[in-house]
């Protein structure tokens, strides 16, 4: 293995679907405190986040790695072999959309959420059927999601986060090519699967 192989790993590892969901909820809250102008905004970001990570990043992680008896870096191999894992990862998910929701916080926040919830059944259900990549499922509805929210709000959002998320994505795709976990082919179908996924959710949560 190469250098530039051993750096696409550790990058893997950085963008891991449960590493990836709090990055985007980092990212949400921010943008909910900015716009919103709660008050004590530290503490809530610190409650909030505090809430997220224990809930949908350390539960997850240790109930996999009890379920697949393995090390955390080859759990998420390991957790592809059943879809008992996609279970408790969009499960979990799921508590974190519900437990926020309920304090009535932006509806756009609950699109957010919403995201490693569908991403994690959209993996379970197409898996055996194409070549599929939680992680860059999950990043490509994560860009088209900040695409969106970059075109409603353009007027007082910056064009950067989005900038961000694209150089992210790249990375991720790069990383998977040098691996050669995926073909050009199927990076392009599960970002485009990912992007599909957002409309989804927003048609979802208009509907409700």
């Not at 998910?93 to 994690?120: A, D, H, K, Q, R």
């Not at 900038?163 to 995926?182: K, N, P, R, T, V």
Request: overall charge neutral.
């Amino acid at each position: 293995m190469n250098k530039e192989q051993i750096i696409a790993k550790k990058v893997l590892f950085l963008f891991n679907p449960l590493f990836l969901a709090v990055y985007a909820f980092v990212y949400y809250l921010l943008l909910l405190v900015l716009f919103s102008g709660y008050q004590d905004s530290l503490t809530l970001v610190l409650k909030s986040f505090t809430l997220y990570v224990l809930v949908s990043c350390l539960v997850p992680i240790l109930i996999l790695y009890l379920l697949n008896g393995s090390s955390f870096e080859n759990f998420k191999e390991n957790s592809y072999e059943s879809n008992v894992s996609y279970i408790v990862v969009s499960t979990t998910y799921f508590i974190s959309y519900i437990y926020f929701s309920i304090l009535n916080v932006s509806i756009w926040f609950e699109m957010g959420l919403l995201i490693p919830v569908y991403t994690s059944i959209a993996q379970m259900v197409l898996r055996k059927r194409v070549k599929v990549s939680l992680d860059i499922i999950l990043m490509g509805a994560v860009l088209f999601y900040v695409f969106l929210l970059t075109i409603e709000f353009y007027y007082v959002l910056s064009i950067f986060p989005l900038l961000i998320a694209i150089a992210f994505a790249g990375i991720l795709a790069y990383s998977y090519l040098i691996q050669d976990l995926m073909t050009n082919r199927d990076i392009i179908k599960n970002y485009i699967i990912g992007a599909i996924l957002s409309v989804l959710i927003i048609l979802f949560v208009l509907i409700l």
